[in-house]
């Protein structure tokens, strides 16, 4: 149920580990062993993992798994878009770790025994999983005998819920024990050496000062370059990995919002001020408000501050039956009423026992148990017993069926209802759209002031009028724009504003500006360039976009990077010049101050520079400056150094190497370091080598 507060904070690390970090979570493993289907064919192939094929079948199977567990653990009934896309996106994750890791733990022997796994239920060595679940949160003790209680009886649950429930935890304490082991067995392996760790120490702590001078590369005429296009090629094949790409697309787009037009907000003004005297008569508010307002009826009881500002005021010092407005509020005109007026609790804190018809216990069966549980309770029978035994919410049911304090609003109408008129102690049967609960109130806050009240509301929305106005003029705007200049052309001369969404990757959900995109995503990956969409209504606004770019995975081409190649073979042969003068000119005996007498500039300093330095001051970013500036000897003139911006020499005044206190506490740090990316770097290099190739965009 939605309203278990305290048992989602409880299942909070189930929670996040299987939905929020997808780390551990291993399910449904034979899943992807099964059988030959309908869905195995190239046509319905999702993806391809280390070789295996995986359909859109057992995909699916895989988040329809995922996306039950989670309604579970929060109680939700469905799944908004977000989460929807946060789970699909978990489930593929998933699955990558559990081809990619199963394999190898196949290799390594690597298993979770029998044995092993009654420890971390019942033994010694209570996983923290389990723990979390089993533990009694006013005591904060560790329920052993719940644990036990409930693998007796969870067998007996007709819905098969708990069954289910209780594999999945299994099999998530048992994978995630596994890549331990398998993260371990890496960890264990990486060491380093004494040597590896003084030079590390030093590396991260030597520190010089010296003097330079640099020779820009616009100091060589451009007539002194000469760069053939065997040179381009030839640096192109000699380098062709710096010039990989993914598949990309870039677009320019013109939007036509679909925005309510003065005659839509005075169409939803005029309709409010006419519902005003039958909404101050009607005697049935629920009902008028929840067939006539386009905001449904909200029956809980509000304090003051819960109050929109406009309104609070009024309400805390009306009568029942006063009326406030027409105001315009959230794009909507509104009529309040003031229903009611109440002393209740602020909170109160419950327990229950869920009984939900299902397979094997129907709707009467159901009603008939949840009576005599609730004469046993009223005849003194222990309530913690009865809802460990029968209870249906497995989740507080660990607890004895405690739902610890909650608020109005949290639960279902139906169980607020009940839990915030009961009398302290009172056992009641509240029936809800999850069963039919018993419930006992066991603390209640005390009471203050609340109002009811009944809110009319009509949204100023665009009219079947204004969306065919708007739909009218992206319509002609596409009809003169069939090609890229046509596109470009047309929304200059319309004042249309054209937005660039450039390196649009396949699997992308958003572009800039736009949300839920997908299907605009989707034609860019099949259309070619240069191309112009069909009119796409996303969200509120009908998107025409020309499709500009087309990267393919792979090698960026040749002409594509000419420039960029003869770029750095320019400052390549500039920096030989300038380098090959420089070397004459020390060669014969020219120190720091003559050389830059000579070449008209000026020395430099730079102190305390080190290792990690990100830029020397006077030069800019040159990680070669720095790193020659650690490797030469003190008083010493440098051979000249072809940096990022030009040609250095330099001359080293100072350097510092402190003491070091501990070797050891070094080589510590550098094998935490390591190991501490394990879990990282060991899956994603399982991954490179898994060859994957990814089909999603083709179904989501």
Same mark, same amino acid.
């Given at each position: 149920?939605a309203?278990?507060e305290?048992?989602r904070?409880?299942? @909070?690390v189930?929670?996040?580990?299987?939905?929020?970090?997808?780390?551990?979570?291993f399910?449904l493993?034979?899943?992807l062993?099964? @059988?030959?289907s309908l869905?195995?064919t190239?046509?319905?192939?999702i993806?391809e993992?280390?070789?295996? &094929?995986i359909s859109?079948?057992?995909?699916?199977?895989?988040?329809n798994?995922l996306?039950?567990?989670?309604m579970?653990?929060t109680?939700?009934s469905?799944?908004d878009?977000?989460? #929807?896309?946060?789970?699909?996106e978990?489930?593929?994750?998933?699955?990558?770790?559990?081809?990619v890791?199963?394999?190898?733990?196949?290799k390594?022997?690597?298993?979770? &025994?029998?044995?092993e796994?009654?420890?971390?239920?019942?033994g010694?060595?209570?996983?923290?999983?389990v *723990?979390q679940?089993?533990?009694?949160?006013?005591t904060?003790?560790f329920?052993? &005998?719940a644990?036990?209680q409930?693998?007796? &009886?969870m067998?007996?649950?007709p819905?098969?819920q708990?069954r289910?429930?209780?594999?999945?935890?299994?099999?998530?304490?048992?994978?995630?024990r596994?890549?331990t082991k398998?993260?371990?067995?890496?960890r264990?392996g990486? #060491?380093?050496?004494p040597l590896q760790?003084?030079?590390?120490?030093?590396?991260?702590?030597?520190?010089?000062?010296f003097?330079?001078i640099?020779?820009?590369?616009?100091?060589?005429?451009?007539?002194?370059?000469?760069?053939?296009?065997?040179?381009? %090629?030839?640096?192109?094949?000699?380098?062709?990995?710096d010039?990989?790409q993914t598949?990309s697309?870039d677009?320019e787009?013109v939007?036509?919002d679909?925005?309510?037009?003065?005659?839509?907000?005075r169409?939803? %003004?005029?309709?409010?001020?006419s519902?005003?005297d039958?909404?101050?008569e009607?005697?049935?508010i629920?009902q008028?408000?929840n067939?006539n307002?386009?905001?449904p009826y909200d029956?809980?009881?509000?304090?003051?501050?819960?109050l929109?500002?406009?309104?609070?005021g009024?309400?805390?010092?009306a009568?029942p039956?006063?009326?406030?407005?027409?105001?315009?509020?959230d794009?909507?005109?509104?009529?309040?009423?003031?229903?009611?007026i109440?002393?209740?609790?602020?909170?109160v804190?419950? %327990? #229950?026992?869920?009984?939900?018809? @299902?397979?094997?216990?129907?709707?009467?069966?159901?009603?008939s148990?949840?009576?005599?549980?609730l004469?046993a309770?009223?005849q003194g029978?222990?309530?913690?017993m009865?809802a460990?035994?029968y209870?249906?919410?497995m989740r507080?049911r660990?607890?004895?069926?405690n739902?610890?304090?909650f608020t109005?609003?949290i639960m279902?109408?139906?169980?607020?209802?009940a839990?915030f008129?009961?009398r302290?102690?009172?056992?009641l049967?509240?029936?809800t759209?999850f069963?039919?609960h018993?419930v006992?109130?066991?603390?209640?806050?005390?009471?203050v002031?609340?109002?009811?009240?009944?809110?009319l509301?009509?949204?100023v929305?665009?009219?079947?009028a204004?969306?065919q106005?708007?739909?009218?003029?992206?319509?002609q705007?596409?009809?003169?724009?069939?090609?890229?200049?046509?596109?470009?052309d047309?929304?200059?001369d319309?004042?249309l504003?054209?937005?660039v969404?450039?390196?649009?990757?396949?699997?992308?959900k958003?572009?800039p500006?736009?949300v839920?995109?997908?299907?605009l995503?989707?034609?860019?990956?099949e259309?070619?360039?240069?191309?112009v969409?069909?009119?796409?209504?996303?969200?509120?606004?009908?998107v025409?976009?020309?499709?500009t770019?087309?990267?393919?995975?792979?090698y960026q081409?040749?002409e594509?990077?000419r420039?960029?190649?003869?770029?750095?073979?320019t400052?390549?042969?500039?920096?030989?010049i300038?380098a090959s *003068?420089?070397?004459?000119?020390?060669e014969?005996? #020219?120190?720091?101050?003559s050389?830059a007498s000579t070449?008209?500039?000026s020395?430099e300093?730079?102190n305390?520079?080190v290792f990690?330095s990100?830029s020397?001051?006077?030069a800019?970013?040159?990680?070669?400056?720095?790193?020659?500036?650690?490797?030469t000897?003190?008083?010493?003139i440098?051979?000249?150094v072809?940096?990022?911006?030009?040609?250095?020499v330099?001359k080293?005044?100072?350097v510092?190497?402190?003491d070091?206190k501990?070797?050891?506490?070094?080589?510590?740090r550098?094998?935490n370091?390591?190991?501490?990316r394990v879990?990282f770097?060991?899956?994603?290099?399982?991954?490179?080598?898994a060859?994957i190739?990814?089909? *999603?965009?083709?179904?989501?």
């Amino acid at each position: 149920m939605a309203t278990l507060e305290k048992i989602r904070n409880r299942a @909070g690390v189930l929670v996040a580990v299987v939905i929020g970090l997808a780390l551990f979570a291993f399910i449904l493993g034979d899943i992807l062993g099964s @059988g030959p289907s309908l869905f195995t064919t190239t046509q319905f192939e999702i993806a391809e993992i280390a070789g295996k &094929s995986i359909s859109y079948e057992n995909f699916q199977q895989k988040f329809n798994e995922l996306s039950e567990i989670y309604m579970l653990n929060t109680g939700e009934s469905s799944l908004d878009s977000e989460t #929807h896309e946060s789970i699909l996106e978990q489930a593929w994750q998933l699955l990558l770790r559990e081809i990619v890791l199963e394999e190898e733990y196949e290799k390594l022997g690597i298993e979770v &025994s029998p044995e092993e796994l009654f420890d971390m239920v019942q033994g010694a060595n209570i996983h923290p999983i389990v *723990r979390q679940l089993f533990t009694d949160p006013s005591t904060g003790t560790f329920n052993r &005998s719940a644990v036990v209680q409930f693998l007796r &009886s969870m067998n007996q649950d007709p819905t098969g819920q708990q069954r289910a429930y209780w594999l999945f935890v299994e099999r998530e304490i048992t994978q995630e024990r596994k890549l331990t082991k398998y993260n371990n067995l890496i960890r264990q392996g990486l #060491h380093v050496t004494p040597l590896q760790a003084r030079n590390s120490w030093e590396e991260n702590n030597k520190s010089v000062d010296f003097d330079f001078i640099v020779q820009r590369f616009d100091t060589v005429h451009d007539s002194l370059v000469v760069i053939t296009r065997s040179d381009i %090629r030839r640096y192109y094949r000699q380098n062709r990995n710096d010039f990989r790409q993914t598949a990309s697309r870039d677009l320019e787009y013109v939007s036509f919002d679909i925005n309510p037009s003065e005659e839509d907000d005075r169409t939803a %003004r005029e309709w409010i001020e006419s519902m005003e005297d039958e909404f101050s008569e009607v005697e049935e508010i629920r009902q008028f408000i929840n067939l006539n307002s386009d905001v449904p009826y909200d029956p809980r009881n509000f304090d003051f501050e819960d109050l929109p500002e406009a309104i609070a005021g009024f309400m805390f010092s009306a009568e029942p039956g006063d009326i406030y407005g027409p105001y315009f509020e959230d794009n909507h005109y509104k009529l309040s009423r003031l229903v009611e007026i109440n002393f209740v609790p602020d909170s109160v804190r419950a %327990r #229950h026992i869920l009984i939900q018809p @299902g397979p094997g216990l129907d709707y009467q069966q159901a009603k008939s148990r949840a009576d005599s549980l609730l004469e046993a309770v009223r005849q003194g029978e222990d309530f913690e017993m009865l809802a460990m035994q029968y209870s249906d919410d497995m989740r507080s049911r660990f607890e004895g069926g405690n739902l610890g304090w909650f608020t109005e609003g949290i639960m279902v109408q139906e169980f607020n209802d009940a839990a915030f008129s009961a009398r302290r102690g009172e056992f009641l049967m509240v029936e809800t759209p999850f069963g039919f609960h018993i419930v006992q109130v066991t603390e209640r806050s005390r009471e203050v002031k609340k109002i009811r009240y009944a809110t009319l509301a009509r949204e100023v929305t665009p009219s079947s009028a204004t969306y065919q106005r708007t739909y009218t003029r992206a319509s002609q705007f596409a009809a003169m724009s069939n090609t890229y200049e046509k596109f470009s052309d047309a929304a200059d001369d319309q004042g249309l504003s054209r937005r660039v969404a450039n390196n649009i990757l396949i699997n992308d959900k958003q572009v800039p500006g736009l949300v839920n995109a997908r299907e605009l995503i989707r034609w860019a990956y099949e259309a070619r360039e240069g191309s112009v969409s069909p009119i796409l209504e996303i969200g509120d606004r009908f998107v025409i976009a020309a499709l500009t770019r087309v990267r393919q995975e792979g090698y960026q081409d040749l002409e594509e990077v000419r420039g960029e190649i003869e770029g750095i073979l320019t400052r390549k042969i500039k920096g030989e010049i300038i380098a090959s *003068r420089l070397k004459e000119k020390i060669e014969q005996g #020219h120190d720091l101050p003559s050389l830059a007498s000579t070449l008209d500039t000026s020395v430099e300093q730079a102190n305390n520079v080190v290792f990690t330095s990100f830029s020397v001051p006077g030069a800019g970013i040159e990680p070669r400056l720095i790193a020659s500036a650690l490797v030469t000897e003190e008083n010493s003139i440098s051979q000249p150094v072809k940096g990022e911006n030009g040609v250095y020499v330099l001359k080293i005044t100072s350097v510092t190497i402190p003491d070091e206190k501990d070797p050891d506490l070094e080589k510590t740090r550098l094998e935490n370091s390591k190991r501490a990316r394990v879990n990282f770097d060991a899956f994603e290099a399982l991954k490179e080598r898994a060859n994957i190739k990814d089909n *999603r965009h083709k179904f989501f």
